[in-house]
T-cell receptor
Framework: QKEVEQNSGPLSVPEGAIASLNCTYSDRGSQSFFWYRQYSGKSPELIMS????GDKEDGRFTAQLNKASQYVSLLIRDSQPSDSATYLC????????????FGTGTQLKVEL | DGGITQSPKYLFRKEGQNVTLSCEQNLNHDAMYWYRQDPGQGLRLIYYSQIVNDFQKGDIAEGYSVSREKKESFPLTVTSAQKNPTAFYLC??????????????FGPGTRLLVL
């Protein structure tokens, strides 16, 4: 069973702090990784994708990938109350066409 | 505006009734997907289609059916065989080739409730 695991949270951080969200995956052959943000009652929206080991930065967001350790993380700098949402990690499965396997998500709360 | 539309936003199903959820995209994406999300849960794949007139079962296909007669459209029918249909249903699409070909984009979702 290929799995993607996330801590469900809630992860609470003060406004302006760095939020660190983590995801581990079991399929060692996975090549493509995605972070989605989902506000309560809304559909997921893509934040970032990452394919190579290392860091990828986009504004306040940084995705980090370590294939040897099979984890991918998302850092949010200068966290804002508007960042409060559930963050879903998704991994492209090997041999499954373009199918993604999603984690159950981590709820982030940014407190004033 | 390019995007994915789902209708209706809310849908109520009576016992023994089949209902159909609409999903349309104008992104010229080849692949389309249907997911189900239960409260506090991740997304579970119901069906997906990588090309017109072809589709495959996902992890939880029982009690559901789909068709893909047009590239732009991928309707999902929730049949009476699905005994616990109350959930948030999400449609997604993705291009299939090249860099980023597996990146999925989501519609706004349909919330299905059982009367």
């Amino acid at each position: 069973q290929k799995e993607v695991e996330q801590n469900s949270g809630p992860l609470s951080v003060p406004e302006g702090a760095i939020a660190s969200l983590n995801c581990t995956y079991s399929d060692r052959g996975s090549q493509s990784f995605f972070w989605y943000r989902q506000y309560s009652g809304k559909s997921p929206e893509l934040i970032m994708s990452i394919y190579s080991n290392g860091d990828k930065e986009d504004g306040r967001f940084t995705a980090q990938l370590n294939k040897a350790s099979q984890y991918v993380s998302l850092l949010i700098r200068d966290s804002q109350p508007s960042d409060s949402a559930t963050y879903l990690c998704a991994v492209k499965v090997t041999g499954g066409g373009n199918k993604l396997t999603f984690g159950t998500g981590t709820q982030l709360k940014v407190e004033l | 505006d390019g995007g994915i539309t789902q209708s209706p936003k809310y849908l109520f199903r009576k016992e023994g009734q089949n209902v159909t959820l609409s999903c349309e995209q104008n992104l010229n994406h080849d692949a389309m997907y249907w997911y189900r999300q239960d409260p506090g849960q991740g997304l579970r794949l119901i069906y997906y289609s990588q090309i017109v007139n072809d589709f495959q079962k996902g992890d939880i296909a029982e009690g559901y059916s789909v068709s893909r007669e047009k590239k732009e459209s991928f309707p999902l029918t929730v049949t009476s065989a699905q005994k616990n249909p109350t959930a948030f249903y999400l449609c997604a699409s993705s291009p299939t080739g090249g860099s980023g070909g597996e990146t999925q984009y989501f519609g706004p979702g349909t919330r299905l409730l059982v009367l």
